[in-house]
């Protein structure tokens, strides 16, 4: 199957209301990128992590590696955040790029 | 600072014919990745270039497919004998050194139509 899972497929909020996101690997990964999609198409780093967790303003995203999996929760949400949510997992081999999930679409309403 | 440039925004051309997207990386930047975006298949990795040498391009299509940096401020991607299947958002991204913690920057992509 896919190195990379993405769930949900699509995701609905709610100005102000909160949710997460998430992304299962197959095999132990050196480290996980998440990217949102704008409208235009461009691809905008959120977060890069090796472990852990990380916090930026309504962001979070959390890494564990032993698990398997990556997590981006969105709190407050805004218009703007609507886009298309990648993760992208980093092999111990830099060189052979990152392998992305199939994104979750986020669509935040009035 | 622009950001990662890619040239043309669009392109359409007729099966079998060539195809060159452009890319103008960050200035500094000194690795340069290109990908490829479908509905059907996502976001793939095709190659990628550390101060102008090609470090691998295990993503790419083993025919038609090349990718040259003839100098650090920019890249191009050709396709030759264009395909149907081709057709796809092609996008380049640059970081600072291609290594770790290096996140790279991406630009909005080439959508590529093959009729």
């Known amino acids: 199957g896919m190195p990379v899972e993405q769930n949900p497929p699509a995701l609905s909020l709610y100005e102000g209301a909160e949710s997460g996101l998430r992304c299962n690997f197959s095999?132990?990964?050196?480290?996980v990128q998440w990217f949102q999609q704008n409208h235009r198409g461009r691809l905008i780093t959120l977060f890069y992590?090796?472990?852990g967790t990380k916090e930026n303003g309504r962001l979070k995203s959390t890494f564990n590696s032993k698990e398997r999996y990556s997590t981006l929760h969105i709190k407050d949400a805004q218009l703007e955040d609507s886009g298309t949510y990648f993760c992208a997992v980093e092999s111990n081999n830099y060189a052979q790029g990152l392998t992305f999930g199939l994104g979750t679409r986020v669509s935040v309403f009035p | 600072n622009a950001g990662v440039i890619q040239t043309p925004r669009h392109k359409v051309t007729g099966k079998g014919q060539e195809a060159t997207l452009w890319c103008e990386p960050i200035s500094g930047h000194s690795a340069v990745f290109w990908y490829r975006q479908t509905i059907v298949q996502g976001l793939e990795f095709l190659t990628y270039?550390?101060?102008?040498?090609?470090?691998?391009d295990s993503g790419m299509p083993k025919e038609r497919f090349s990718a040259q940096m003839p100098n650090q401020s920019h890249s191009t991607l050709k396709i030759q004998s264009t395909q149907p299947q081709d057709s796809a958002v092609y996008l380049c991204a640059s970081s600072l050194s291609g290594g770790d913690n290096q996140a790279p920057l991406f630009g909005e992509g080439t959508r590529l139509s093959v009729l």
């Open positions: 270039f550390r101060n102008q040498a090609p470090i691998d």
């Open positions: 095999t132990t990964m050196k480290g």
């Open positions: 992590l090796a472990q």
